[in-house]
């Protein structure tokens, strides 16, 4: 009955949305709004700064580079990170066994890929399954000009971590005074609630224009997605609230100094109904309960003239988590223990960064750049151990790094453009690295280019694979073993080779196609292991024969992994109301020890984009098509012990919506997300959705 009213609810707020959409056009008035948003669609000629540290255009980087800019943002009233990467080409989204959001580049490991905001790490999960997790619905995008995705190794510029790929977030600076509030509410298809999201930004700059702030925040109040009748939820739900400020000073030789401040607050939790192996025997519930908190401050000091451009910063990125398990008995349905405590964990993250960089003129052929990173991951909690006989109930441990780089862009001539770089990484626990890359840009004519990139990637283990101490879950006499996991000090970072060939044509300034080949080996891959041995809960060797035993499990590094595909795209204005664009990726991802494929990966990846904005109109419209093909998983993608039962799926995901520009400062959309009502919740996705939101500039 609570579904069909709230089912009811939904369709009566579609049908009241759809009727205030179906007011009159304002024919022959274009709103300045809908102006706004019909620009460069291809940002053929935009900057980007990700994939060299300086200003280079993507017809000119040798890197392989998506940028989504504010307009693309817009257009499809992204409200987060996902939102953002769920369409970008090459990019897969899934959720790993625990209902974490994880995020692939070209098949790489979700760890592989390096998350950064204005080119700063963030702070976050510190498990090595964890890496990424939740980031990519936390990220709020309305204070975002632009989010720019490297697909490839980029471990000659940022060192370790950004082995698949990167994915950086450039924030919005202050040009004039103006701010935007917005409200976005969803629904899932039977008809519950999705949740609110609330979001605000403004900024401002005094009449000197020598000082400017901005500052954001949002609100998010996410519900729970049931997937059976006894409250088993497949994703964290609860409030998560941002807010985000920044203050720039620009003194009179134009040298700037930034001050940034962030804040997250976050309340989640995930439910799991017992099971039961009789009706007579009860059931055990849970609940995972975690309440995190982010902290981010940043000083920047820079400045330029025509023959350099430098920059010093340091920045701090603390992250503290609390984790809380709650357990209940029920017999026949019936409560018979309420939920009371039955474990507590905390861990803290800290990230402590010094860094800078100087980039100048050599002549008109050359412009170097050379920087330095100091960095600091330091860890403390109750699931970390350096030492595996103490009995203290909380543990620290930090890994210190200390790295320099230099790059070089070099143009031969008007048509050649070659870019070398190496790294230096030295840090307190592992052997020091070198890292390198080769890159070049040839024209081969004005409207068309060949693209070549050869480099290397770096990834040391975090604090948790070297001394985990943690019990993930519990043996039982009916369920079989828990798991223990226990770090290995022992064990190798990761090592990649990347390889690119690329060939871009543009058709005058309406079309431009990308053909491309990829490589990525990654060597000394980490994965977790079982070691044959069983403990008890306190990670003590006890005998096989203990009902309650759990896996003893640890890290290990294997001989190697292998990416590598084609990918291909097209962008085509069709005329000044239509916008398309296609992308395919073949992925062919396999362990080379066993010849396996890599599990949560589609073979065939086909993507699809029309936006529709009607001249003369306050209208505008825009339909996303993603299919997966040949997709590699389990068919429990829940399953963390014995022998995984494989299949291959093909699904696809359409999504919708409509946009009407009530006056030049008001927006009101309505959209309907997998139009089709694919369900696979252990790909994240949930079915139909739908949207609606208002969205006012001010």
Known sequence: ??????????????????????????????????????????????????????????KEVPTTVQVIIRQDIEKRQSRTLRDVLQ????????????????????????????????????????????????????????????????????????????????????????????????????????GDSAGPTTSIFYQDINEKGNMSWKISGSYNDSKPFYVDNEGTSNNYFGKEQNIDFGMTYTAENGNRLSFDFGRLNEDTQRSEAGQSYHPMMPKSDKINKNENKRTNLSLNYEGEDDKQNWSVRAYQSKYEKEYFIYKQTRRNNIVTIPYTLNSFDWVNRTINVLEGKDSWQLGDKHLATVGFEWRQDKSEGTRIKTDLNSKKSSDEASIDYVSLYFQDEIRPNDQWLVIPSIRFDHSNLFDSAWTGNLASTYH??????????????????????????????????????GQYFQGNPNIKPEKSWNYELALEKDWNDKTTGHFGLFRNDVKELITSTWTGKYVDSAGNLVSSIIPTKDKLMTYKNIPEARMQGIEASIQHQLNDEVDLNFGYV????????SSQRLEDRPRHQLNLGLFYHPKDTNWQFNLDVVSNIDYWAS???????????????????????AQKDLDARARLYLGIDNLGNYHDYNKDVYGRMYRVGIDCKF
């Open 1 to 58: 009955m609570k579904h069909y009213s709230q089912k009811k609810k939904a369709i009566g707020m579609a049908i009241v949305c759809g009727m205030i959409l179906g007011t009159q056009l304002s024919i022959g008035t274009e709103i300045a709004w809908a102006n706004e948003e019909v620009l460069d669609e291809f940002y053929l000629d935009g900057v980007v700064v990700t994939a060299t540290r300086t200003d280079q255009t993507v």
């Open 87 to 190: 369409n970008a080409l090459g990019v897969t989204l899934w959720k790993d066994f625990q209902g974490r959001s994880q995020v692939r580049i070209r098949g790489s490991e979700s760890r592989h890929v390096l998350i950064m905001v204005d080119g700063k790490r963030m702070s976050g999960e510190l498990s090595y399954n964890s890496a990424n997790a939740h980031e990519i619905d936390r990220i709020n995008m309305d204070n975002v000009e632009r989010v720019e995705i490297i697909r490839g190794s980029a471990g000659s510029l940022y060192g370790s971590d950004a082995i698949g790929g990167v994915v950086n977030i450039i924030m919005r600076q202050p040009m004039k005074k103006q701010g935007s509030i917005n409200y976005d509410y969803s629904l899932y298809e039977h």
């Open 444 to 481: 081969i004519a004005d409207d068309t280019r060949l693209k070549v990139v050869v480099g290397q990637g770096y990834k040391t283990p975090t604090i948790n694979e070297l001394y985990h101490a943690w019990e993930m879950f519990a043996g039982s006499a009916m369920g079989g073993p």
């Open 586 to 593: 073949y992925l062919d991802a396999k362990d080379q020890g």
């Open 635 to 657: 068919k429990d993608g829940n399953i963390t012990t014995g022998d995984k039962e494989m299949e291959n799926s093909t699904f696809t995901v359409v999504n919708f919506l």
